[in-house]
């Protein structure tokens, strides 16, 4: 109820889509996304997802649907992102599957194995319900998507569902817990499911798949005006605040 004002307030959330969602089962359906800020964006698919689950398209008005919501809808986090402070340890609550990231932590690179504990708990989320996965594991942009993520859909064999937002890295701060800008039209995009062949479909080719359903794949850079790739950098400079 608190954040609902960040997207149909202070700034307006244009969605595309949201009637599939309905068409979609209660269990194993993976939603993959580009990412912009730590929290913002995961919330603002909370609420995206349980409006149109209670009859509307394309809007969140009338912050009634709350009252309804669908429960077995988790995310995936790092773990040491949703430890960081009081209230990610109560958005851990809402739904968090918390994973030890293999390639970074405490802001240095390191490379670790996968936990076998951390692969459990995202199957188990798929088979109670929705998951939500930013499959780049970063909030900036043009990053690689990780392997990982072709392996969860090859083990599991979800409904892969590809979603695409904008306009959140300059509503919001990077956390996504302070409104930076007000009046930003932020844009959520809800694509059809992804056509994977679970079975003869490789890692890398469902990886390229993932680049471009999220508009992440490297061709995307070849299209975009070098001033507007810069402008994408000082954006990230204005999105860093000091705590």
């Given amino acids: 109820m608190l954040s609902h004002r960040r997207f149909k307030g202070f700034n307006e959330l244009q969605i595309e889509g949201s009637e599939i969602l309905r068409g979609l089962p209660e269990t194993n359906v993976l939603f993959v ?32 649907y709350i009252w309804r919501p669908k429960l077995n ?8 992102t949703m430890k960081s402070g009081l209230l990610p ?28 504990s951390d692969v459990s ?44 937002i904008d306009g959140f890295r300059r509503s919001f701060d990077k956390k996504g817990l302070r409104v930076k800008k007000r009046g930003i039209l932020q844009s959520f995009i809800i694509k059809e499911p992804l056509e994977i062949d679970y079975e003869n479909d490789d890692v890398d080719a469902i990886v390229e798949k993932l680049q471009y359903a999220i508009e ?13 790739l810069a402008k994408y950098e000082e954006d990230n400079l204005k999105r860093k605040w000091e705590y």
């Fill in 89 to 116: 340890k109560i958005m851990a609550y809402a739904g968090s599957v918390s994973i030890e990231r293999t390639w970074r932590a405490q802001g240095k690179e390191v490379n670790r194995q996968v936990k076998m």
């Fill in 121 to 164: 708990n995202i199957s188990k989320a798929l088979q109670d319900g929705w998951l939500i996965t930013f499959p780049q594991g970063t909030t900036k942009p043009w990053k690689p998507i990780r392997r990982g993520t072709a392996h969860i859909i090859k083990k599991n064999k979800p409904i892969v569902v590809p979603i695409v």
């Fill in 33 to 64: 996304s580009n990412h912009q800020t730590y929290f913002a964006d995961v919330v603002a698919m909370f609420h995206v997802f349980n409006a149109s689950l209670s009859g509307r398209t394309d809007s969140i008005k009338n912050i009634g």
């Fill in 73 to 80: 809808l988790y995310f995936v986090a790092a773990k040491e």
């Fill in 216 to 228: 992440q794949h490297p061709s995307f850079l070849n299209v975009i005006p070098k001033d507007e």
